[in-house]
């Protein structure tokens, strides 16, 4: 005996979705609206509702202007997924640098299937005998870590918005950022510096300081992170912010990011770019090295 078949209006959705994805999965290219409505013959306005729930569940990511390229959460499905086993191959040699110049503990992380939290890919521990420690396959929450929130602060907007509310903003210090205004203020000033320095959020007297990793796309994929006692990061924020900027660059240009033009706006003549998010302090930066506003 045949099975019943599906109700014909569900099973066509149903298809609709894996061609889909299978399309951009297959491709690895972007597409837009209109080419996408070309090659699966569809219309757009019955098009446009399913990938806007594939966008907003992680599955797609949209770019800056508009197209749709494979997202983070169809990427995690399955723990043996091309982008957790290949990027830290591509990225380690890059972070056994950092770790070299900075002599501090260096990470790299990527976002969870449900955006809520990272989960790290790979590590370099500091040898100083104080240090941060992580383990490789960890998760921790993304509003509370400088990875995190790298991360939230290049991801495209409708994405970010729809994971900024699903969070669960658990304070784990005084120091963490628990209203969704003033996440949202650190964020854009992590866009316009390109880098995160966090003071103290997830665990006391230590500090992690992290830029976004793109891939050819521009998508952020991943982050890359220095952590370690806020006694040592916060000092040399400056400088480590640096370091850590150019080796997620050179990671990115590793996964092919070639980018036409700057992705933030410059910063204020005497930041350098770099600046020290503070938490309980909504849209507040204070310049690394000087500590103004502390």
Known sequence: MRSPRPAGPAHRATARVLEILELVAASGEAFALKELSLRLETPKSSLLPLLRTLTSRGYLEQGRTGEYRIGPRALELGS????????????????????????ETVFLAMPTGD????????????????????????QRPMHA????????????AERR??????????????RTVTSLPALRAQLEEIRRTGVCVNVDEIVAGASGIAA??????????????????TSRVRPRARRIAVEVKA???AISELLGYRPERPTVPPAPAGSNGIAVLVSGTPGRAVDAARGRGR
């Open 80 to 103: 043996g997924s091309p982008a957790r086993r290949e990027l830290p191959a591509v990225a380690r040699a890059t972070l056994v640098d950092l770790n070299r110049r900075t002599q």
């Open 212 to 229: 976004p990793i793109h891939d050819r796309h521009g998508v952020v994929v991943a982050s890359c992170t220095v952590g370690g006692p």
């Open 247 to 249: 080796a997620a660059r």
């Open 161 to 174: 918005e729809a994971i900024l509310r699903s969070l669960d903003l658990i304070r784990y210090t005084e």
């Open 115 to 138: 955006g809520t939290a990272v989960v790290y890919l790979d590590k370099i521990e500091s040898e100083q005998i104080i240090r941060y420690a992580v383990g490789v396959g960890d």
């Open 145 to 156: 870590t400088a990875s995190g929130k790298a991360l939230l602060a290049f991801m495209p």
